[in-house]
């Protein structure tokens, strides 16, 4: 049964993909502006424009030039850059370990702080303490990400200047990598003080991100919690004589636990969009900090391709959280 699950829910992620694919080749040629206008020189004749447009595919009818990229998508080849006149899978490539690395710290600080808050809560419930951590948390939800990054720029980098501002590392640390991602490399070869480097840039675009996630979390692990701790199967631990603390971590979690994790599957997709934002302003070279640059230069090739992989990114979520959630519950993973 699961076999079936599995290609179905692969076959869903195909159409799904081939959907985003129509959408955003027809938007991108259907918005104002052309491309090419921004690459030539201001003296360049009409023949100078028919030439780069043939360069490029633009001159070819809509059709034509969607079957052309559409061929490549299939095995990987999403272009050349207008702008940037690199490889387009090659960039983002480059660029797609940057904003995976970010948005994994930011899930697994949202997790903890808000996993934590909500068991304090619960633990803690009906006194000051429990009423501190809602206030709070009304606050953390009430505020975007972005808002946060320029508030943690105001006071760690202009107050309080402890951290640096832009950048993903410092340039002299820069150089000796295998591979794309530096923490990870950085933090498993044992180089240390490059990995508290590579930190030191992230705490800030890291916190901007997980703070607005960490609040969700803990509004609907708190309130699964507050369900689950009435039930039989916490009563009866409760006349065995349970801590109140090990009833919520040991009885009452694994029950509330499901939910949770399934919007916070659908939360961690809106963290990585959140990317475009919190990357351009600590100037962090991810493909969110990219797609602003995509959009602005008009890069059709690198636009389609940005596209694409957030696309992809978001369907492989929902659906790994979708099959975890099936795992969790018993009913779902035999109805």
Aim: aromatic share 8%; proline share 5%; glycine share 8%.
């Amino acid at each position: 049964m699961w076999l079936s699950v599995v290609v179905n829910r692969a076959a869903l992620v195909l159409l799904t993909l081939a959907g985003v694919a129509v959408v955003v080749f027809v938007l991108l040629r259907v918005v104002p502006g052309d491309p090419v206008s921004m690459m030539i020189s201001p003296g360049a004749g009409p023949a100078d424009i028919a030439a780069l447009k043939a360069h490029y595919g633009l001159d070819a009818p809509l059709p034509v030039q969607f079957w052309i990229w559409i061929k490549g998508v299939v095995v990987g080849d999403f272009g050349t850059s207008i702008v940037l006149h690199l490889d387009v899978t090659e960039i983002l490539a480059n660029r797609l370990p940057a904003t995976a690395e970010l948005a994994v710290l930011a899930l697994a600080v949202a997790v903890v702080l808000g996993g934590g808050a909500a068991i304090v809560g619960t633990w803690l419930r009906r006194t000051a303490a429990e009423a501190a951590i809602d206030g709070l948390n009304s606050v953390l939800l009430a505020v975007p990400d972005f808002i946060w990054a320029l508030a943690l720029v105001l006071l760690f980098g202009v107050a309080v200047p402890i951290l640096p501002l832009t950048g993903r590392i410092d340039p002299a640390l820069a150089e000796g990598f295998s591979t794309r991602f530096y923490l990870l490399e950085a933090t498993l070869t044992g180089r240390f003080a490059v990995a508290s480097n590579i930190l030191a840039h992230m705490v800030m675009p890291t916190l901007a991100l997980a703070l607005p996630l960490a609040a969700v979390i803990v509004r609907l692990l708190k309130q699964s919690l507050k369900e689950a701790m009435v039930q039989d199967y916490v009563l009866l631990a409760r006349i065995k004589g349970f801590s109140e603390l090990r009833l919520i971590v040991q009885e009452a979690l694994r029950n509330a636990i499901a939910p949770t994790l399934a919007l916070t599957g659908v939360q961690f997709t809106f963290l990585i969009g959140g990317t475009v934002i919190v990357e351009r302003i600590f100037s962090y070279p991810g493909i969110g900090n990219l797609a602003i640059d995509a959009v602005i230069g008009r890069d059709f090739p690198l636009i389609q391709g940005l596209i694409m992989l957030f696309g992809l990114i978001f369907i492989l979520i929902n659906l790994t959280i979708n099959l975890t959630v099936a795992l969790l519950n018993p009913r779902l993973r035999h109805g």
